[in-house]
């Protein structure tokens, strides 16, 4: 977040906001103006393209197939949306503390728990972001078997609910981090681990597999999507698989809000370089 | 096949000329285990509700299979399976595609009740199949004799719904929008600095 001019009237003088908005839209201009997201949004766009085409060109693909093109659309669209999510928020505190611009957003009025909101509601455009720019690519594969609108609706309910989910764990891991490479490596490897899952050929049977992949927020929720748009099942039918993600953002979104003031600080001493 | 059968005759022609049976030929048949069968002297006749179904590709329709058992003794355990054949060599079958739930556990018929089986198919490809049923007996004791159903034609007509020229427009446009509006961005931010 850029600070440099102090507090000024960007975070300070605008008190008739609430504080976290004004830490979100900063965060956000930030992301956007700055050239980061939009970079970020170039490269999904390329791999949703040679996904797509790749997808047409094939004359082989049958109607189940298609289904399954769509699935792995709004997959890719998810995992993709909430990984540079999860990215933008490891980013978020730890590197802000490197480039040396917290200490100035410390010194405003603003809250700390308002700081961590609006960092979170911030990365977050990130994933509505990738959404939007997925949408005319599930349209694409999606309208000739009637996919394209559960497509973008299952996708927009799971990867908002993972993305929040994960953005606060990625807060919470960046605000705690003693570097921004520690941050960035915790996160993704966390990332990796909740993903592996769902490329496993087979799943333990019985409750220990079954346990596995409920509790897993990532692999419960690319079942769903699974459930929904390769399947067939009605969106309202497996929602209960949705309950580890709906978890995750509550008790991660919790303990950020909870915890913001203890772990959203500089450390003391001087930082040899 | 041919020149075993016409040994297998003239072995029982010389036989009878002989007074006794020789191997494996004219020997007085067994009773028939209590066996699934698909004719009229079989313990299981399949029958289903259609001949004939036209569907576009994508389309779900279901077949509707009666199970009935003709003996006067209860059959065993029985397995029903669908099976979908492609009557033209272009098409390749994945019959798991078509229907998910492919083989059916049936309970012991009474003598001369029937049951029904109901199988959900969606065609998945284009061009000309042919489905049927066959019914097993489920433990090896019952013997090894099978029913199957008549043919049910399936003609499935193509929906071309997805072409890489279709695609053109997103495939190119989305990433040359964003990436026109990621140099601008930049280009402005330079200027800025």
Redesign the interface.
């Known amino acids: 977040m850029r600070t440099d001019a102090g507090p000024g009237p960007d975070l300070a003088g605008r008190r008739g906001e609430a504080s976290w908005r004004v830490v979100a839209g900063q965060e956000a201009r930030d992301l956007w ?3 980061r997201g ?2 970020l ?2 490269g999904f ?2 791999l ?2 040679v996904l ?2 790749l ?3 094939s004359q082989e ?6 289904r399954e093109a769509v699935g792995l659309a709004a997959q890719v669209a998810v995992a993709v949306g909430v990984l540079v999510t999860l990215v933008v928020s490891a980013d978020a505190v730890s590197g802000e503390r490197e480039r040396g611009t917290l200490e100035n957003l410390l010194l405003t009025s603003v809250p700390r728990r308002s700081i961590a909101v609006g960092k979170l509601v911030a990365a977050l455009t990130l994933w509505v972001g990738t959404f939007l ?1 997925s949408a ?2 599930l ?3 999606g ?3 009637s996919l394209w609108v559960p497509a973008l609706l299952a996708s927009l309910l799971v990867g908002t609910v993972l993305a929040a989910g994960l953005a606060a764990v990625g807060l919470l891991i960046s605000s705690v981090s003693s570097s921004n490479k520690v941050s960035l490596t915790a996160s993704l490897l966390l990332l990796l681990a909740l993903f592996t899952p769902t490329q496993l050929p087979t799943m333990p049977h019985g409750w220990f597999g079954s346990a596995l992949g409920h509790l897993n927020p990532v692999a419960a929720g690319i079942d769903y999507l699974d459930a929904v748009l390769v ?1 067939g099942q009605s969106w309202t039918t497996g929602l209960s698989a949705l309950l580890s993600p709906v978890a995750l953002a509550l008790v991660s979104g919790g303990i950020l809000v909870g915890a913001a003031p203890r772990v959203i600080r500089l450390p003391g001493g001087v930082r040899r370089a | 096949m041919s020149s075993r059968w016409a040994f297998g005759a003239a072995a029982a022609v010389l036989a009878a000329l002989l007074g006794h049976a020789p191997a494996g030929a004219a020997r007085p048949a067994p009773p028939a285990p209590p066996a699934a069968g698909g004719g009229p002297d079989r313990a299981v006749t399949v029958t289903s509700d259609r001949s004939r179904a036209s569907v576009v590709v994508g389309d779900r329709f279901t077949v509707r299979t009666r199970l009935v058992n003709r003996r006067a003794a209860t059959t065993g355990r029985l397995i029903a399976h669908l099976t979908v054949v492609s009557l033209t060599a272009d098409a390749d079958v994945d019959p798991e595609d078509w229907s998910p739930r492919r083989t059916v556990e049936v309970p012991a018929l009474a003598p001369r009740a029937g049951t029904e089986v109901v199988w959900e198919i969606q065609a998945v490809n284009a061009g000309r199949f042919a489905l049927h049923v066959v019914v097993l007996p489920g433990t090896a004791t019952d013997g090894g004799a099978v029913a199957a159903s008549p043919l049910v034609h399936v003609d499935v007509s193509g929906r071309r719904t997805l072409n890489a020229g279709g695609t053109l427009p997103v495939v190119l446009g989305v990433p040359l929008l964003l990436g026109a509006m990621a140099v601008a961005t930049q280009v402005s931010l330079g200027r800025g600095a």
């Open positions: 103006f700055g050239g939009l970079v949004l170039f766009s390329v949703m393209s797509t085409y997808t047409a060109a693909l049958n109607f189940l197939e298609q720019v005319p690519y349209w694409v594969l309208r000739g078997v399947a």
